[in-house]
């Protein structure tokens, strides 16, 4: 984001970096904006260059067993959350019908309800990720992953460094719930293990190589538990305010603001005399919830350090 005034250009760049806890964020944007305009109206100062960043992506992955409903909560956790949903599953479909290398590979693995080998399910999600992550696009629910213990080790091993996982939203419901539901979907979806004969490998697979992940998960209090059977506005409700919980974990949002300034004296000038009036009583809502460094530049080198105030 840029905001200018005219003026000639700068002799000194007045760098602020801030990192908010990511539940205050909104709220603190929304105070920072006409902040940003009450001191460029000021003496001296010409523009500010303002960007806001994630430091790294933050995951929730989205378990259950296959029917549970998390594809459609994870539609709604997009529409109304604004996460990006990862499917491992449709990223897995998707390759195959791209005539990948690999397609005829995850081809057998999925007609069998088999786990398709983790290298090629971490690489798929990985490259979804930095893409999105690219264009703006920071929380996202991987739904379908991991659904075994080696996927959970390929994560780790490809991952553990690249995002911050929130925790794990699981949906559970009963075979004689799931069952029908897979059934019905399998008359429209035209996918290859959406009929009787996949449905028990998929069950049986889940059963043995996916629940040892969920149990491990809630061992480190990573789980969050929702009752899949009821009607989609019921387990929504369920949904929100535990996945509230695990974005409490996510990283702060940083944003950096550069202004530009005449001269060193302009600096002084708002340290002096406006600093304390323009911060005000805004800043003091987000107590403790914000940290900030500061530096102040010239074309050729940093000159000074401003008084320790949150700016």
Known sequence: TRFAKMAADAQVVYEVNLAIDRDAADEFGTWLTPHISELLALPGFINCEWTERATKPFVVFVLGGPGAGKGTQCARIVEEKGYAHLSAGDLLRAERNSGSPDAELINNYIAEGKIVPVEITV??????????????????????????????????????????????????????????????????????????????????????????????????????????????????????????????????VCWTCSYRLENQAALDAYFNEHAARLRGDGIARFSGRFTASRRVLTSRSTIARPPDASE
Do not use: H
């Open 123 to 252: 690489k798929l999600i990985k490259r979804a990720i930095d893409e999105a992550f690219k264009t703006g696009t920071t929380r996202f629910a991987v739904d379908g992953f991991p659904r075994s213990f080696s996927n959970w080790a390929g994560w780790v091993e490809e991952m553990s460094n690249e995002c911050i996982v929130g925790g794990c939203l699981f949906f559970d419901a009963p075979d004689d719930v799931l069952i029908p539901r897979i059934i019905e979907r399998g008359r429209s979806s035209g996918r290859i293990d959406d009929n009787e004969a996949a449905i028990q490998k998929r069950l049986n697979t889940y059963r043995t190589e996916t629940m040892p992940v969920v149990e491990m998960f809630r061992g480190r209090g990573m789980v969050r538990e929702i009752d899949g059977t009821p009607p989609q506005e019921e387990v929504w409700a369920q949904l929100v305010p535990l996945l509230e919980e695990l974005e409490a974990k996510a990283e702060p």
